[in-house]
C-alpha cells in the first residue's frame, strides 16, 4: 500500500509582537535602533519551585564517559543512572548498620 502524504498549506510569515519583524536579522536591526523602555510589558505572573535543586558532584572523566555509555545502553541518561546507583547503594549501606 502506497505511503499518503498530507501536504501543508504555505505558512504566512510570523512577525514578533512589537517590531513586527519576519526574521531573525530584521528583530536584531529593530532593537538596534529602539529602547524597550519605550515599549509596555506585559504582567506576567509565574511561580518557581524553589525546592527543585541540582548539585554537582566532580566525576573523573574516564568514569562519567562508563557512566554514560552504561546509561545509553540501558536507555537513561546518565544522571538517572547515577541517582539510581547512589538510591540502590545508600539502601544497602543502610541496611547492613541498621
Known sequence: MPKT?????????????ISKSRSLRETADFWDSHDTADYPLNKVEFEVDVSARQHYVAVDPDLLAEVRRTAHARGLTA???????????????SARAG
Do not use: D, G
Not at 5 to 17: D, F, W
Not at 82 to 93: A, D, G, S
Open 79 to 93: 544522571e538517572s543512572l547515577v541517582n539510581l546507583w547512589l538510591k540502590e547503594r545508600l539502601q544497602q549501606v
Open 5 to 17: 502524504y498530507k501536504t501543508r498549506a504555505p505558512r504566512k510569515a510570523k512577525t514578533t509582537s
